[in-house]
């Protein structure tokens, strides 16, 4: 199911000057920021990149205060270190980004605004930045997921396009290792899994009754790698 509610960014993509995934990463990381969230836990795998590299988090972080300029480009920097953590890289492998343009910094503003009121209109949101612990998998040893809400599991994706079914592998997934994990009870009222995108303002979703339990099966012993007699399916 797809639905249109939120405005689209106000400048074409071609006219930003950072790095498209960047800006995905930011923009999740100040919704979450500015919904609540504290900006040492919206932000803290990049703080975990700068420390890694031996570099103070606070220059950035003391920068950040709402949604002007200044707040999104030192967001922006703090967010490409993030690189360091999941990707493993060294300081000689990390790019420190340029100063965002006008249209990259209004394109954010839009998405996060809006992000934050798809957030209030689908909510409450229970969780951000949510990990499954006790659900990995010698097959699957990471990965996390966006917003947990009353009844919903939540990924943002900012993209030009729509969800791929890649996507939707990735938020089922998701959910399957939240119910396996030792936090399962936070997953027990989940009835739909969906994506937002604020780069297209639509929301996608699918209640998880509809899917088959094959379906469901499959990809917990097939993908995820959990053994049958462990399968919730």
Same mark, same amino acid.
């Given at each position: 199911?797809?639905? !249109?509610?939120?405005?689209?960014?106000?400048?074409?993509?071609?006219?930003?000057?950072? +790095?498209?995934?960047?800006?995905?990463?930011?923009?999740?990381?100040?919704?979450?920021?500015?919904?609540?969230?504290?900006?040492?836990?919206?932000?803290?795998?990049?703080?975990?990149?700068?420390?890694?590299?031996?570099?103070?988090?606070?220059?950035?972080?003391?920068?950040?205060?709402?949604?002007? +300029?200044? &707040?999104?480009?030192?967001?922006?920097?703090?967010?490409?270190? !993030?690189?360091?953590?999941?990707?493993?890289?060294?300081?000689?492998?990390?790019?420190?980004?340029?100063?965002? +343009?006008?249209?990259?910094?209004? +394109?954010?503003?839009?998405?996060?605004?809006?992000?934050?009121?798809?957030?209030?209109?689908?909510?409450?949101?229970?969780?951000?930045?949510?990990?499954?612990?006790?659900?990995?998998?010698?097959?699957?040893?990471?990965?996390?997921? !966006?917003?947990?809400?009353?009844?919903?599991?939540? !990924?943002?994706?900012? &993209?030009?396009?729509?969800?791929?079914?890649?996507?939707?592998?990735?938020?089922?997934?998701?959910?399957?290792?939240?119910?396996?994990?030792?936090?399962?009870?936070?997953?027990?009222?989940?009835?739909?899994?969906?994506?937002?995108?604020?780069?297209?303002?639509?929301?996608?979703?699918?209640?998880?009754?509809?899917?088959?339990?094959?379906?469901?099966?499959?990809?917990?012993?097939?993908?995820?790698?959990?053994?049958?007699?462990?399968?919730?399916?």
């Amino acid at each position: 199911m797809e639905s !249109d509610l939120y405005e689209r960014p106000r400048y074409p993509q071609e006219d930003e000057n950072i +790095n498209a995934g960047l800006i995905g990463i930011t923009t999740d990381y100040l919704t979450r920021y500015l919904f609540g969230t504290p900006i040492e836990v919206a932000f803290s795998v990049s703080i975990e990149g700068m420390r890694r590299l031996g570099k103070s988090p606070l220059s950035l972080l003391n920068k950040i205060n709402g949604l002007d +300029n200044k &707040s999104i480009s030192a967001a922006i920097k703090l967010a490409s270190y !993030d690189c360091v953590v999941r990707n493993d890289i060294t300081a000689a492998m990390h790019h420190v980004p340029e100063k965002a +343009n006008q249209s990259t910094c209004e +394109n954010i503003r839009t998405m996060v605004t809006t992000s934050r009121d798809f957030l209030f209109a689908y909510g409450p949101v229970i969780e951000s930045g949510i990990g499954f612990p006790g659900g990995y998998t010698d097959v699957v040893t990471s990965g996390d997921g !966006d917003y947990l809400t009353a009844n919903g599991l939540w !990924d943002m994706k900012v &993209s030009k396009r729509a969800p791929t079914k890649d996507h939707t592998l990735q938020l089922l997934m998701y959910w399957l290792m939240g119910s396996h994990s030792s936090l399962n009870y936070k997953y027990a009222n989940v009835e739909k899994l969906g994506i937002y995108n604020p780069r297209l303002g639509s929301v996608f979703s699918v209640e998880i009754d509809s899917l088959s339990k094959e379906t469901l099966y499959q990809v917990e012993v097939d993908v995820i790698g959990y053994k049958e007699k462990d399968a919730l399916f």
